[in-house]
Structure formats: structure tokens, C-alpha cells
Nanobody, 122 residues
Framework: QVQLVESGGGLVQAGGSLRLSCAAS????????MGWFRQAPGKEREFVAS????????DYADFVKGRFIISRDNAKNTVYLQMNSLKLEDTAVYSC???????????????WGQGTQVTVSS
């Protein structure tokens, strides 16, 4: 059974940092692309960042470039999202996902975690 479990969300002041983790289990993800998405209240889910397990290539949405860093620990089957210089508009539920094909579309991702809440306060 494939599982993606996020952790690390919480409440942080604007300008602060958080690191999200996504632990993957249940299959081999070496050929998969792992992505982080977020969904704010009343808005559609949007792409944040992604990385490929094997090559380590990364992709970022423009609104997080220079602030967020996606990384992975192959030995732990875990993907991280380091979020720095957080803004009020970063408040959302953040979910990790796995895709055999990659890209930025949610429809391209086959497996999803349950999500973790990130709230940025002023």
C-alpha cells in the first residue's frame, strides 16, 4: 500500500521558516517525480515545487523561487520542503504527491498525502 505522509506544518510568523517532510512508503519511487502542492481556502490546488528521486532535478513555481527549497533523502525515502521568508499568502494546506510522468498538473500525480496545514500570521 502506497503511503505519503506529510509532517512539519504549523503556525509561523511572517518572515519565519518551516520545513515540511514527506515520508514515502509502499513502493519504489526511484523513477518518480515528487511534488509539493498547496491549497488555500477558496482556491484551487496549485503547484509549488517538485524533484525527481533519481536525478535530483528541481522545478519551482515562480512565487516560491528564492524562498523555498525542495530536497530529498533517498536513504530515508523522504522529500523535504524548506520554506523561508514566509508570507501571509503562503497560508495553505500543503500536500506531497508522486508522479510517474512529472509536470505541474495535479492530474499528472498518482499518489497523494493527506496534507499538512501551514499558517502564516502577521
Amino acid at each position: 500500500q502506497v503511503q505519503l505522509v506529510e509532517s512539519g506544518g504549523g503556525l509561523v510568523q511572517a518572515g519565519g521558516s518551516l520545513r515540511l517532510s514527506c515520508a514515502a512508503s509502499g513502493r519504489t519511487f526511484s523513477s518518480y517525480r515528487m511534488g509539493w502542492f498547496r491549497q488555500a481556502p477558496g482556491k484551487e490546488r496549485e503547484f509549488v515545487a517538485s524533484t525527481r528521486w533519481s536525478l535530483g532535478s528541481t522545478d519551482y513555481a515562480d512565487f516560491v523561487k528564492g524562498r523555498f527549497i525542495i530536497s530529498r533523502d533517498n536513504a530515508k525515502n523522504t522529500v523535504y520542503l524548506q520554506m523561508n521568508s514566509l508570507k501571509l499568502e503562503d497560508t495553505a494546506v500543503y500536500s506531497c504527491a508522486a508522479s510517474n510522468t512529472g509536470g505541474r498538473l495535479t492530474s499528472s500525480y498518482d499518489y497523494w498525502g493527506q496534507g499538512t496545514q501551514v499558517t502564516v500570521s502577521s
